[in-house]
């Protein structure tokens, strides 16, 4: 991919999830914090992101290159707010210079609190004079976006924690006869960015630390209730609404010429106990491929799809008559890669009203569609694990059970661990499983024996 076409890349993305007026209330606990991804185009044509180096008098990792942020402040109303605010206290930034993109699952720092990295685009870089905070910020400069996927100017450190070893990534960087040494949290934050700005992963191992939330997740003062889990997914969905639908562009297609590219929906709804569930399928016996089992909509991209929402939509639509209005979007996750090397893209939707919605399953695709709680996949209840082999690599398949008046449904392999993923962003909370995912989900390899 070329530098012209990442910018187109970011600036499609950037069509599709704006964000919007703020909410007055902030949701959730204030103990998070939020940092901007802030990428422009420079003069070569190649992707850079803004970085920081902080003033050596601050009592917390002086000296430290990082990106800019901070912790989230009571009057903020969301992540993309604490971005960038502090950005501009920081460096001088105006929020009406940036064009935020989405916002990146949080990462954990040592202490247990999330860390938001929140994507935006630099409208116009020469519009931007930086004008550093003297008592935070020492520094202000610019890195290649695509350093932080290359194995040069890296070097690896060996930490442990709790007892188990980590990696800490860190990459020296020179720039108008000043080196910076860009490591920890900022460089993991990086790589993520750049590996989905690429679409390809690092070109070495990474083994993060496993850092796990400070809180009691059984505390009623800690616990997330389902009220605020919907208010959570609204005010998602604020930030993250589709606008209009671009114009259709060419599918991404193999070499051979067929599409390599699916996309599903996972549409959350409220019941009325207050428990957040998920529309699911069970595939018609008659088809070839995964015949009876459990999945959720969707399906190949088509010719004609602008991209991954508009598939999930219109594989809904024509799976169990979905009207795609009835749909708010949310979020995009990260693809998926199945054992056959297809990407499939997690489209996450909010059924904005579940009594207008009448199941219409197609005979030919769906045997039957039903509802499970999304919690279920958190839970180590009517769960096994079976354990596979790929390549010398063991990796763990779980299939949760679960009956539905009378009616038992096996949900597995990818489906599950698309619902593991989305139910660990929603709860903000890890499984009580070891989940030991196959690496061929995260593209790095294909399976296609098992």
Same mark, same amino acid.
């Given at each position: 991919? $070329? ?56 009592? $917390? ?189 060419? $599918? ?5 010429? $067929? ?192």
């Amino acid at each position: 991919m $070329s530098s012209p076409n990442m910018e187109q890349k970011l600036q499609t993305l950037a069509q599709h999830f704006r964000p919007v007026k703020p909410t007055t209330t902030a949701v959730g606990s204030t103990a998070r914090a939020a940092v901007l991804v802030c990428l422009f185009q420079s003069d070569d044509g190649h992707l850079r992101v803004i970085l920081t180096k902080r003033a050596s008098t601050l009592s $917390s990792h002086s000296g430290e290159v990082s990106l800019p942020g901070g912790k989230r402040e009571e009057g903020d109303s969301d992540d993309v707010i604490t971005a960038l605010r502090e950005a501009k206290e920081e460096i001088g930034l105006e929020p009406s210079l940036v064009n935020v993109v989405t916002v990146l699952e949080p990462f954990m720092n040592k202490q247990g609190m999330p860390v938001i990295p929140v994507i935006g685009i630099l409208n116009a870089k020469e519009a931007f004079t930086p004008a550093p905070n003297p008592a935070e910020v020492e520094a202000v400069f610019d890195a290649p976006m695509e350093m932080f996927i290359k194995d040069e100017n890296r070097r690896v450190e060996m930490r442990e924690w709790m007892g188990n070893e980590y990696m800490i990534q860190i990459f020296d960087y020179e720039m108008k006869n000043a080196k910076y040494k860009i490591w920890g949290l900022t460089a993991s934050i990086l790589i993520k960015a750049a590996s989905i700005v690429y679409e390809r992963p690092p070109p070495f191992v990474e083994q993060n630390p496993s850092y796990k939330v400070a809180f009691d997740v059984e505390s009623e003062d800690n616990r997330m209730g389902s009220s605020n889990l919907e208010q959570r997914l609204q005010t998602l969905a604020q930030h993250f609404r589709l606008q209009k639908p671009i114009k259709p562009e060419l $599918s991404p297609t193999s070499t051979s010429g $067929s599409i390599k590219r699916a996309a599903v929906l996972v549409c959350l709804f409220q019941e009325e106990e207050g428990g957040m569930h998920v529309i699911l399928t069970k595939r018609a016996s008659t088809l070839s491929s995964h015949s009876g089992e459990v999945a959720l909509p969707g399906g190949k991209r088509e010719q004609g799809d602008a991209d991954d929402v508009h598939t999930a939509l219109r594989e809904a639509k024509e799976e169990i008559g979905l009207d795609p209005s009835q749909v708010n979007i949310v979020t995009v996750l990260e693809p998926f890669v199945n054992k056959l090397g297809m990407t499939v893209v997690p489209v996450i939707g909010l059924l904005s009203n579940k009594e207008a919605f009448k199941p219409a399953p197609s005979a030919a695709e769906v045997e039957a569609i039903f509802y499970a709680p999304l919690e279920m996949f958190l839970k180590d209840e009517n769960r096994r694990a079976e354990e596979r082999e790929w390549m010398g690599y063991k990796y763990l398949l779980h299939h949760f059970y679960f009956d539905d008046h009378g009616k038992q449904y096996d949900i597995w392999a990818i489906t599950a661990g698309i619902l593991i993923k989305t139910a660990s962003l929603v709860y903000q909370r890890q499984p009580a499983f070891l989940e030991q995912r196959p690496k061929f989900w995260s593209g790095t390899a294909h399976n296609t024996t098992t």
